[in-house]
C-alpha cells in the first residue's frame, strides 16, 4: 500500500515538473523572441526576402526551360528541311501531328543560361551535326533571331549534342572590351572597305563593306557607344584608305566634338559643325551624283565601270557621315528638305559611289522618318531605352536594355548579330591623325592588294614575279609573291575578282607562246566575266575587254576644286 502511493506520489511530482519545466521554456522562448533587436529582426526578413527571390528565379528559369524546350525542336524544324515534328494524314484527310523522337533534357540550369542536351543517335533520319553546325545553313543565326536569346552548339565523343542557350541580358561568350587593334588585324586584307561592326560570341570578328552596306543607321541611347562606333570606322578607312580612293564629308552636331579631329586630314572634303550649313553639303553632294550619271552614260554603270575604264581618272568614293542627326531633323526649318535630299540620295547616289551612315540618339518618327528608314537598310544599334524604340529601328526587341557599354544589334539583311563594338584608344588616333599619307601607307602592313597596284602602276598590269619583287623593296618574300600570284589566278569555278581602288580586275593565267612564256596579267572588268580559257586569252592580249569613253571633257571635277579651296 505504501509503495503504491509513493508510486503515485512520484508520477504526479513528475508530472508537475514536467509541467513547470514546459512552461518556463515557453515563457524563456517567448522572452527572447521579445528581446530580439530590429536590426536582427530585419536581416532576418531580408534573408527571407531572398531566399523567396531565390524561389521564385528558379520557378522562372524552370518555365523558362520548358518553354524553351518545346520552341527549340520546333524552329529548327522549319530549317533544313529536319524532321523534328511532321505530320501524318489520317484516313479521313485531317492531319494529326506526332511528336519526333528528339528529346531535350535539361542538365544545367544558372541565372543567366540554359544547357539542353539531345541524344545524338536519335536524331531524324538524313540530320546529322555537321549539318546543324554548318554555317551556311544559318541554323544557329535563325534560332537566336527566333528565341529572342543567344545560342551555341557543342558536341562531345559520345555522339551528344549540346544546346546553350543564354537568359535575357546574359554574356555568354561576348567579350566585354574589344581594341580597334585587333578588330583592324582581322578585316580582310582585299577588301580597304571593310571596317568592323563588332566580336560576336565566338570571338570572331564580324565586319561589314561599307559600300555594300550601303547606308546604314547608329543608334543608342547617350553613352553607349555610337559615336565611338562611327569614330572607330572614320579611322579605319583613312588608315587603310589614300585620299585618292576615300573622300568624307562629316557632319558633327554634337557640338564638333567627335569629328573635330578628322577635318585637317586629307580624305576630308567638306566639315560641318551648325545644322544651318548641312543643307547645302547636301545639294552639293546631289550635284556630285548627278555630275557623275553624266559621265557614265553610255560608257559604264557605275563607278566601278568607271574606274576600270580610266586608271588615270579614278572617282573616289564618298562617305557622308552625320552625328546627332535628331538636331537636323527636329528643326523645322530644315527637316523638309533635309529628309527629302537624304532619300534621295539614299535611293540613287550608291551607283556614283556615295554612301552614307547618320547616327541619333532619339529614335522618333519625326528623326528617322519612313523614307530614312526605308533607304538605309543597315542598322547598328546599341542599347535603346525600351521595346518600342528597339522595334523602330530593327523590327525586334533585341535592342532593349542591353546593359553594358559597346554592347550592339548588328543586322545586315536577314541576318542579326548581338557583338561588341571595338574601342580605339588615344595612341591610335594618335597613330594615324599625326602621321602624313606616306607614314599611314607605311604603317599598314604590306598585303596582296599592295602588290596588285605596283603592278598596276609600275608596269600596266603585267604581274612578273622579278620585277614586282624589286619593286616592293623587301616587304615580301619571292615565294610569298610566287604564291600569291598563283592563289589570285582567275577561277573559272568561284569567279575571282579582284577590287583595286574601286576598279574590278581578274588575273590572267600565264601563257606560253612562240616568244615564250608570257607573265600574268591584271585584266580590267566591268560587268561580265570571261567564261573559258580562250576568252580570258583573248582578254590579256587586248589588255581589257572595255573600250576607252570617247568625247569626255577632262575638266577639274568638283571634288578636286573643293580640295583645293
Not at 557543342?154 to 549540346?162: A, G, T
Request: hydrophobic fraction near 40%; charged fraction near 25%.
Amino acid at each position: 500500500m505504501i509503495i503504491r502511493d509513493f508510486y503515485i506520489m512520484g508520477i504526479f511530482v513528475s508530472a508537475l515538473f514536467l509541467m513547470v519545466g514546459s512552461g518556463g521554456l515557453l515563457l524563456i522562448f517567448r522572452g527572447n523572441k521579445r528581446r530580439i533587436p530590429a536590426a536582427e529582426r530585419a536581416e532576418i526578413a531580408r534573408k527571407k526576402a531572398e531566399r523567396q527571390d531565390e524561389h521564385d528565379l528558379f520557378k522562372a528559369i524552370t518555365k523558362e526551360a520548358k518553354y524553351l524546350a518545346k520552341a527549340i525542336p520546333e524552329h529548327m524544324a522549319i530549317q533544313n528541311q529536319m524532321t523534328w515534328n511532321f505530320h501524318e494524314v489520317r484516313r479521313d484527310g485531317k492531319k494529326k501531328k506526332k511528336k519526333s523522337l528528339v528529346r531535350f533534357s535539361v542538365i544545367l540550369l544558372t541565372r543567366t543560361e540554359i544547357w539542353f542536351k539531345i541524344d545524338g543517335r536519335k536524331l531524324p533520319y538524313g540530320t546529322s551535326f555537321s549539318d546543324i553546325k554548318d554555317p551556311a545553313h544559318n541554323v544557329k543565326d535563325n534560332l537566336q533571331h527566333a528565341i529572342h536569346r543567344p545560342v551555341q552548339f557543342f558536341e562531345d565523343h559520345e555522339f551528344n549534342f549540346f544546346i546553350r542557350v543564354g537568359l535575357k541580358n546574359s554574356i555568354m561568350g561576348i567579350p566585354k572590351k574589344v581594341s580597334w587593334q585587333k578588330a583592324l588585324a582581322a578585316l580582310p586584307k582585299g577588301n580597304p572597305f571593310a571596317v568592323a561592326i563588332g566580336v560576336n560570341d565566338n570571338n570572331k570578328v564580324i565586319y561589314q563593306d561599307l559600300r555594300r552596306w550601303p547606308h546604314g543607321i547608329v543608334a543608342g541611347a547617350t553613352e553607349q557607344g555610337k559615336s565611338v562606333q562611327m569614330t572607330q570606322w572614320l579611322l579605319t578607312l583613312m588608315m587603310r584608305n589614300s585620299p585618292k580612293s576615300c573622300k568624307f564629308v562629316l557632319v558633327d552636331l554634337k557640338d564638333g566634338l567627335e569629328f573635330s579631329r578628322f577635318k585637317e586630314m586629307p580624305h576630308v572634303l567638306k566639315f560641318v559643325d551648325e545644322p544651318e550649313d548641312v543643307l547645302p553639303e547636301l545639294y552639293w553632294l546631289r550635284d556630285e551624283y548627278k555630275r557623275r550619271t553624266q559621265l557614265f552614260k553610255g560608257c559604264c554603270q557605275n563607278i566601278a565601270g568607271w574606274n576600270t575604264q580610266n586608271p588615270n581618272r579614278r572617282l573616289p568614293y564618298i562617305f557622308l557621315f552625320i552625328d546627332e542627326m535628331a538636331d537636323l531633323m527636329l528643326n523645322r526649318k530644315l527637316a523638309t528638305k533635309a529628309d527629302e535630299v537624304l532619300s534621295d540620295l539614299a535611293r540613287k547616289a550608291r551607283a556614283a559611289g556615295i554612301h552614307m551612315v547618320v547616327a541619333t540618339q532619339i529614335l522618333e518618327k519625326k528623326v528617322l522618318s519612313l523614307q530614312i528608314r526605308g533607304n538605309f537598310p543597315g542598322r547598328c544599334v546599341f542599347s535603346v531605352p525600351g521595346i518600342t524604340e528597339s522595334v523602330m529601328v530593327i523590327n525586334n526587341s533585341l535592342a532593349a536594355n542591353l546593359g553594358h557599354p559597346g554592347r550592339c544589334v548588328y543586322r545586315a539583311g536577314a541576318t542579326t548579330h548581338i557583338l561588341q563594338a571595338p574601342i580605339a584608344s588615344d595612341d591610335d588616333f594618335d597613330s594615324v591623325l599625326i602621321a602624313d599619307e606616306k607614314e599611314m601607307v607605311a604603317a599598314r602592313p604590306f598585303d596582296e592588294i599592295d602588290l596588285f597596284r605596283v603592278a598596276l602602276e609600275n608596269h600596266g598590269g603585267q604581274a612578273s614575279i622579278k620585277p614586282l619583287f624589286a619593286d616592293v623593296q623587301g616587304q615580301m618574300s619571292k615565294s610569298k609573291i610566287t604564291k600569291t600570284l598563283k592563289a589570285f589566278e582567275f577561277d573559272f569555278t568561284e569567279n575571282t575578282v579582284l577590287e583595286i581602288d574601286g576598279g574590278r580586275y581578274v588575273l590572267s593565267h600565264p601563257r606560253r607562246t612562240k616568244a615564250g612564256t608570257q607573265s600574268r596579267k591584271l585584266i580590267a572588268v566591268n560587268g561580265r566575266l570571261p567564261k573559258n580559257e580562250n576568252e580570258l586569252a583573248s582578254w590579256s592580249k587586248a589588255g581589257t575587254r572595255n573600250q576607252e569613253p570617247n568625247n569626255i571633257n577632262p575638266t577639274p571635277t568638283p571634288i578636286e576644286e573643293a580640295a583645293h579651296t
